[in-house]
């Protein structure tokens, strides 16, 4: 089993920066990718950006190319996501999951198995 829970949610202005963890216990070793999605009220649950686990491949979202960065500690049990310049349909629940399945799409949520509770993000004035 692995457990993983988010944190560094909140509120934050638009053109801010937001920076997020997630932090895994547990099985930690072996996983081939972690990811983040997000969730705004109403919407289905989207990918946000995700990092193989050596952190040489990462994969963005458009709409987080170049204002988000994606990184993961030397241990590999924390992933982190930077967000700068936020808009406020960046707005949502922000879930963390890891993957342990070779050769999955990264962007996929069908890739995960495993999820975080979540973390709120709202970007407002």
């Known amino acids: 089993q692995v457990q993983l829970v988010e944190s560094g949610g909140g509120l934050v202005q638009p053109g801010g920066s937001l920076r997020l963890s997630c932090l895994a216990s547990g099985r930690t070793y072996s996983n081939y990718f972690m990811g983040w999605f997000r969730q705004a009220p109403g919407k289905e649950r989207e990918f946000v950006a995700a990092i193989s686990w050596n952190g040489i491949r990462t994969d963005y979202s458009d709409s987080a190319e170049g204002r988000f960065f994606i990184s993961r500690d030397n241990a590999k049990t924390t992933v982190f996501l930077q967000m700068n310049n936020v808009k406020p349909e960046d707005t949502g629940i922000y879930y963390c999951?890891?993957?342990?399945?070779?050769?999955?799409?990264?962007?996929?949520?069908?890739?995960?198995?495993?999820w975080g509770q979540g973390t709120q993000v709202t970007v407002s004035a």
């Open positions: 999951a890891t993957s342990y399945s070779l050769g999955a799409p990264m962007t996929e949520g069908r890739s995960y198995d495993y």
